[in-house]
């Protein structure tokens, strides 16, 4: 069964980074693009932050070009998320997710992230 647990977030002030970890289970990295969304208050959709694909080629959204970072370490089988620079529009639920290459996607619970100005 596929699993997978956020934790790290919390309240920060502008300016200054935290990092999320998303725990899996049940998968290996190896048949599996991970990723990060984000939902924000007053936005229906969630958008997304990050992407890594199986060999390890990442993807940013423009907005979180330079000032976030997806990472991984297999032998935890976590995925991080380092984010730096934050803005108080960066508030909202962070959610981490895993699609595999057959298709579908598996999602977290979410971990909450506030950012005070």
């Known amino acids: 069964e596929v699993q997978l647990v956020e934790s790290g977030g919390g309240l920060v002030q502008a300016g200054g980074s935290l990092r999320l970890s998303c725990a899996a289970s049940?998968?290996?990295?190896?048949?599996?693009?991970i990723g990060w969304f984000r939902q924000v208050p007053g936005k229906e959709r969630r958008e997304g932050v990050a992407?890594?694909?199986?060999?390890?080629?990442?993807h940013y959204a423009e907005a979180f070009k330079g000032r976030f970072t997806i990472s991984r370490d297999m032998a935890k089988n976590t995925v991080y998320l380092h984010m730096n620079s934050l803005k108080p529009e960066d508030t909202g639920v962070y959610y981490c997710?895993?699609?595999?290459?057959?298709?579908?996607?598996?999602w977290g619970q979410g971990t909450r992230v506030t950012v005070s100005s």
């Open positions: 992407s890594m694909t199986n060999g390890g080629s990442t």
């Open positions: 997710y895993a699609r595999p290459l057959s298709g579908g996607r598996f």
């Open positions: 049940g998968f290996t990295f190896d048949d599996y693009v």
